[in-house]
Nanobody
């Protein structure tokens, strides 16, 4: 059974920084892609960033230049460094991964709350 567990959320002032982590565990053969989404109250879940096992990245326009995604393949872990945070970044942040076990599937973490407020 595969699990994704996020950590690192919290309360931060505007202009501050946070670093989210997400660890994948279970009977994993490979993880082609890992990424982050977020969902604000009353809104749909939106794509933030994605990284392949080779290190190729892409970002939503709303976070380009402020957020950086990275991963440690040996640890099955993906990170999201968030700088220059704004109140509109407030949301529940979800880790997402495409994982190959005996089959290939998409998996989600439970989410971690990020609140940007003074």
């Amino acid at each position: 059974q595969v699990q994704l567990v996020e950590s690192g959320g919290g309360l931060v002032q505007p202009g501050g920084s946070l670093r989210l982590s997400c660890v994948a565990s279970g009977s994993i053969f490979s993880i082609p892609t890992m990424g982050w989404y977020r969902q604000a109250p009353g809104k749909q879940r939106d794509f933030i960033a994605r990284i392949t096992s080779a290190g190729s990245t892409n970002y939503a326009d709303s976070v380009k230049g402020r957020f950086t995604i990275s991963r440690d393949n040996a640890k099955n872990t993906v990170y999201l460094q968030m700088n220059s945070l704004k109140p509109e970044d407030t949301a529940v942040y979800y880790c997402n991964a495409t994982i190959v076990t005996s089959r290939i599937g998409a998996y989600w973490g439970q989410g971690t709350q990020v609140t940007v407020s003074s």
